[in-house]
């Protein structure tokens, strides 16, 4: 499966942005999807991710309660709606993709197979 991430741009302390990746090459529904960020300087975080076949939505503590990941099969198509952005959140964010991921290993980078190229988003006044 190929990834393809967009959305990402620059956005002032407290705005919102939508990133969107799409996938091709198989049914996204089969497959767990993720997003993670990675700021400079810094290890790759994991952010959310919706498991395969179902929509059991996981987030980090950092993110949740303003970051929303939603799916849109027939558009095989993952979405991240940001709110209440801060400077922290400036990062590129990668959408990442396995269909054979475990639940326990959702939060872990290294098992997702596919990866998109990352869109930048910086939050800043």
């Known amino acids: 499966v190929q990834l393809q991430a967009s959305g990402g741009g620059l956005v002032q302390p407290g705005g919102s942005l939508r990133l969107s990746c799409v996938a091709s090459?198989?049914?996204?529904?089969?497959?767990?999807m993720a997003w993670f960020r990675q700021a400079p300087g810094k290890e790759r975080e994991f952010v959310a991710a919706?498991?395969?076949?179902?929509?059991?939505?996981f987030y980090s503590d950092y993110v949740k309660g303003r970051f929303t990941m939603s799916r849109d099969n027939a558009k095989n198509t993952v979405y991240l709606q940001m709110n209440s952005l801060t400077p922290e959140d400036t990062a590129t964010y990668h959408c990442?993709?396995?269909?054979?991921?475990?639940?326990?290993?959702?939060?872990?980078?290294?098992?997702?197979?596919?990866w998109g190229q990352g869109t930048l988003v910086t939050v800043s006044s």
């Open positions: 990442a993709a396995d269909s054979s991921l475990i639940m326990s290993s959702i939060r872990t980078w290294p098992d997702y197979d596919y």
């Open positions: 090459g198989r049914t996204a529904s089969s497959y767990s």
């Open positions: 919706v498991f395969r076949r179902g929509y059991n939505n």
